[in-house]
């Protein structure tokens, strides 16, 4: 089924002309679970990887043998997922449960020492065919992405991530199996298997970095620090936020739901007109938690925008006009709004690629 991201609440371009030049496409992947095969851009499915290619591991030293079982982590996906089937309301059954409370993280693997190396865990793969921003070294056409699910690499104390570019039309032989790690640091490193069904849309860079007029001209629009005042009058000791104010306690039930009718159909830059939420290639980088960051090539100096963004969810509570007009029925559910199941650094995890040699070493960088 095709995803269909609706049109933005008002044209942010009509509103703010500046922002053309503030303008930028991504691809929305919106995986959601599936069984994908060897041919397809997936998350977590099997890749289309040469048979007589070494399958890359880590040979970091860290503790390798201790954290939760790959298969206790699908396990346990697998027995939420047939309790929601059998009935969205009810949760696991009495067996279930005890098979839950069994599935504990713990030193798994102590035949594996922290020196030996261990598979790395295929987390996606993505061929230029299916997305339209994924841009690579010339003549390839597939990049694979891989990581260590255990959160101890670098300064940022993460997965380690490795990608690997090629041309799908020079993989003769594919491997059979697929070699992984028994041991991982966290269930949230582990994502679910997906199958892909992009969309390009257009983003607006976020608003830190848009020029000081163009960010005037935004908080004006949103109401600024005059609405943010009156919102603070509305809701003093006399507004709907003090219960004495009204004669029955179904009034004041009243008034607050039309408080928050009236927040949640509010519009912003941030959350309805800049960046688009969930997994995606290509795009913005969001920097709502930190600073903005400068992000380099380390080889060539050259900027380098996000490649892939990792997130924890398809949408939030600040994102909901972002949700696909097929999935609107289905809402909330969280086998949709959160389907790969990958919760990484605060949520967001961005890999970055040089534009002038993709090749270049990729950083990464966390929301």
């Known amino acids: 089924m095709t995803r269909t991201t609706p049109p933005r609440p008002v044209d942010a371009e009509v509103l703010f002309p500046a922002l053309a030049g503030h303008r930028r496409t991504s691809t929305r992947l919106h995986p959601r679970h599936g069984s994908p095969e060897v041919e397809d851009s997936s998350v977590a499915g099997p890749f289309l990887w040469p048979a007589d290619e070494p399958w890359p591991v880590c040979t970091a030293v860290h503790r390798k043998g201790r954290g939760h079982r790959l298969s206790d982590v699908r396990l346990q996906r697998r027995l939420l997922d047939e309790a929601w089937r059998r009935d969205p309301g009810s949760g696991p059954g009495d067996a279930e449960r005890t098979v839950l409370d069994a599935l504990r993280p713990g030193p798994h693997a102590p035949h594996i020492a922290d020196t030996d190396p261990i598979p790395l865990l295929a987390v996606a793969q993505l061929f230029t065919r299916d997305v339209p921003d994924l841009v690579g070294p010339d003549g390839c056409d597939l990049l694979q992405v891989l990581w260590c699910p255990f959160e101890v690499h670098g300064p940022d104390r993460t997965v380690d ?72 009058d509305a809701f003093d000791s006399s507004g709907p936020s003090d219960p004495s104010g009204f004669d029955t306690y179904e009034e004041y039930a009243a008034a607050m739901a ?73 809402v909330p559910d969280d086998r949709i709004s959160d389907p790969v199941g990958v919760h990484l650094g605060r949520g967001l995890m961005r890999i970055h690629t040089c534009p002038a040699a993709p090749a270049h070493p990729h950083r990464l960088s966390f929301q």
């Open 161 to 232: 991530v490795v990608l690997k570019w090629r041309r799908s039309q020079d993989v003769g032989e594919v491997l059979a199996v697929i070699p992984e790690p028994v041991v991982v640091g966290r269930a949230e490193c582990v994502p679910n298997p997906c199958g892909l069904h992009p969309e390009q849309v257009v983003e607006h860079e976020y608003e830190g970095l848009l020029d000081e007029d163009l960010q005037e001209a935004i908080d004006t629009w949103e109401g600024g620090d005059e609405d943010e005042e009156e919102d603070d």
């Open 258 to 330: 039309a408080a928050r009718a009236d927040e949640e159909d509010e519009v912003t830059y941030r959350g309805d007109l800049s960046i688009a939420p969930g997994w995606k290639v290509g795009g913005f980088a969001s920097w709502h938690l930190t600073d903005p960051a400068d992000i380099t090539c380390g080889a060539c100096g050259t900027p380098m925008p996000p490649l892939l963004t990792v997130a924890g969810g398809e949408w939030d509570g600040a994102s909901e006009s972002w949700i696909p007009l097929e999935d609107r029925p289905a």
